[in-house]
C-alpha cells in the first residue's frame, strides 16, 4: 500500500502546473483582449511608475509565466515574477478586502451579487508556486526532461 501511495505523489505537481499555469494565462489574456492601455490606466490611477511598462511586464509574466508553469519549464525561474505580480496584486488592490476572494451579498434577479475579492485566491496561487518550486515539475514537464537528459549525459561520460 505504502508503494502505490509513493507512486501516486510524483504525479502531485500536474494539477497544480494546470490550475497555475491556465489561470495565470487566462489573466494575462484577459488584459490583452481589454487593450494594455486600459491596465496601464488602472495602473496609473493607483500611482504605479512606468505604468505602460509595468502593464506589458505583467501581462507578458501572465501569459509566458503561466505557459512556462503549464509545460514544467523553468518553473523556478517563471516562479520569481509570477509571485511578484500577486504579491503586488495583495498589498495594492486585495489587503483592504480581507482575506475571502468570494463575498456573497445578495442574490437578486439579475442574480449573485458579489463584494470586492479579498486576498486568498493570490495565497492559492503562491502556495501552488511554491509547492512547485519546493516538489519539481514532476511528470510529463521540460525540466523533468532536462534533468533527466543532463542525468543520462553524465551517466555516458
Do not use: N
Not at 509566458?64 to 495583495?90: D, E, F, H, T
Not at 511528470?139 to 542525468?151: A, C, M, Q, T, Y
Amino acid at each position: 500500500m505504502h508503494h502505490s501511495r509513493s507512486h501516486l505523489s510524483r504525479w502531485m505537481p500536474i494539477p497544480l502546473r494546470l490550475i497555475v499555469g491556465f489561470g495565470f494565462m487566462q489573466h494575462g489574456f484577459a488584459k490583452l483582449q481589454k487593450g494594455p492601455d486600459a491596465f496601464a490606466a488602472i495602473l496609473h490611477a493607483m500611482s504605479v511608475p512606468a505604468p505602460h511598462l509595468m502593464a506589458w511586464l505583467t501581462i507578458l509574466t501572465e501569459i509566458l509565466g503561466g505557459l512556462a508553469v503549464l509545460l514544467g519549464a523553468l518553473v523556478a525561474l517563471a516562479s520569481i515574477p509570477m509571485a511578484a505580480v500577486l504579491l503586488v496584486a495583495i498589498f495594492t488592490v486585495h489587503l483592504p478586502y480581507g482575506f475571502s476572494s468570494i463575498k456573497l451579498q445578495a442574490v437578486t434577479a439579475a442574480g449573485a451579487q458579489f463584494g470586492p475579492p479579498g486576498y486568498e485566491c493570490d495565497l492559492l496561487y503562491l502556495a501552488c508556486l511554491a509547492a512547485l518550486v519546493i516538489g519539481g515539475a514532476g511528470p510529463f514537464s521540460v525540466d523533468g526532461f532536462l534533468r533527466l537528459r543532463s542525468i543520462r549525459s553524465e551517466e555516458q561520460q
